[in-house]
């Protein structure tokens, strides 16, 4: 069965005060993983896939990085409109386009 | 939302009772999902559709169906509404050509409310 684990479950950070979110995940094959950002009361909105070991994407102030057993993403120098809840997804190559996913990583920044 | 709609936004509904909720895209995406999200267990699958007339279960598919009859529209039905399925309910749609860009996309969510 397909875990996803992400630590920590909330962080409190100050404006420009860098950091990273853990997402740990067993897969019987990894075809993705993905990084999600959810404002409350909305949809997850889509940020990065990442598909092999040594894969890096970036997209302003955040990196996503990938391993064979974790993902991490970084935020360089957060403002107060990166708070939000991240979310880390895993798809298995043999699974027919599914995700499973973690419990997400609730960011504070205080300006 | 990038062209996918969910209806009601917001529903409260009595024990027993059967409950509708629709999601409608305008993609024209094969796959679509309906996911469930509550505190602690974050986002789980009930039903997808990779087609019309095409579908499969989740898990968490108990006290749930699913049907799609046109490629836009894909609903969820709680065939008699218990407090357990009172939750957050998001769809998704999905196309493999294009996962590098935009993943898959979300709708808004239903908040449902069963008394």
């Known amino acids: 069965e397909d875990q996803v684990t992400q630590s920590p479950e909330a962080l409190r950070l100050q404006e420009g005060e860098s950091s990273s979110l853990n997402c740990s995940y067993t897969v019987s094959g990894l075809r993705g993983l993905f990084w999600y950002r959810q404002d409350p009361g909305k949809g997850p909105e889509f940020l990065f896939t990442l598909y092999s070991a040594g894969e890096e994407k970036e997209k302003e102030r955040l990196k996503a990085t990938l391993t064979k057993k974790e993902s991490f993403l970084h935020i360089t120098a957060p403002k107060p409109e990166d708070s939000a809840t991240y979310l880390c997804?895993?798809?298995?190559?043999?699974?027919?386009?599914?995700?499973?996913f973690g419990t997400g990583t609730r960011l504070t920044i205080i300006p | 939302d990038a062209g996918i709609t969910q209806s009601p936004r917001h529903k409260v509904t009595e024990t027993g009772t059967p409950v509708t909720l629709r999601c409608h895209q305008t993609e024209n995406h094969r796959y679509m999902y309906w996911y469930r999200q509550d505190p602690g267990h974050g986002l789980r699958l009930i039903h997808y559709?990779?087609?019309?007339?095409?579908?499969d279960k989740g898990e968490v598919s108990d006290g749930y169906s699913v049907s799609r009859s046109k490629t836009e529209d894909f609903l969820l039905t709680l065939e008699s509404a218990t407090s357990s399925q009172t939750s957050v309910y998001f769809c998704a749609i999905s196309d493999p050509r294009q996962r590098d860009h935009y993943g898959y996309t979300f709708g808004s969510g239903t908040r449902l409310t069963v008394v």
């Open positions: 559709s990779y087609g019309v007339k095409d579908t």
């Open positions: 997804a895993v798809q298995a190559r043999l699974g027919n386009e599914k995700l499973t």
